[in-house]
Nanobody, 127 residues
Framework: QVQLVESGGGSVQAGGSLRLSCAAS????????MAWFRQGPGKEREGVAA????????YYADSVKGRFTVSRDNPKNTLYLQMNALKPDDTAMYYC????????????????????WGQGTRVTASS
């Protein structure tokens, strides 16, 4: 059974940094598109960033471009999200997700494209 486990969340001051990790286990196929989503207080869940199976295609939400960096280490079955210059608006539960296929494509933020989801890790950025 495939499991995704996020870690690395916490509380930081605005302007600070955090690095999230998502460890995948139980999956034996070719690397698939993976993504980070978040859901802030009173908000809908939204896509943050996605990376294709081979790591060659990367997508970001406009709100995080230039501040967040998504990466993956396939031999370690781990997805990362480096978050710099955090803002109070970044406060949310962050989830990693694994898609059905290798490629993320332009609709990478559509949640129905993702087959497996983690339980989330909380990030709080305070002013």
């Amino acid at each position: 059974q495939v499991q995704l486990v996020e870690s690395g969340g916490g509380s930081v001051q605005a302007g600070g940094s955090l690095r999230l990790s998502c460890a995948a286990s139980g999956y034996t196929g070719s690397p698939v598109c993976m993504a980070w989503f978040r859901q802030g207080p009173g908000k809908e869940r939204e896509g943050v960033a996605a990376i294709s199976g081979g790591g060659f295609s990367i997508y970001y939400a406009d709100s995080v471009k230039g501040r967040f960096t998504v990466s993956r280490d396939n031999p370690k079955n781990t997805l990362y999200l480096q978050m710099n210059a955090l803002k109070p608006d970044d406060t949310a539960m962050y989830y990693c997700a694994a898609a059905f296929s290798e490629y993320c494509t332009g609709d990478w933020s559509t949640q129905s494209r993702y087959r497996y989801w983690g339980q989330g890790t909380r990030v709080t950025a305070s002013s």
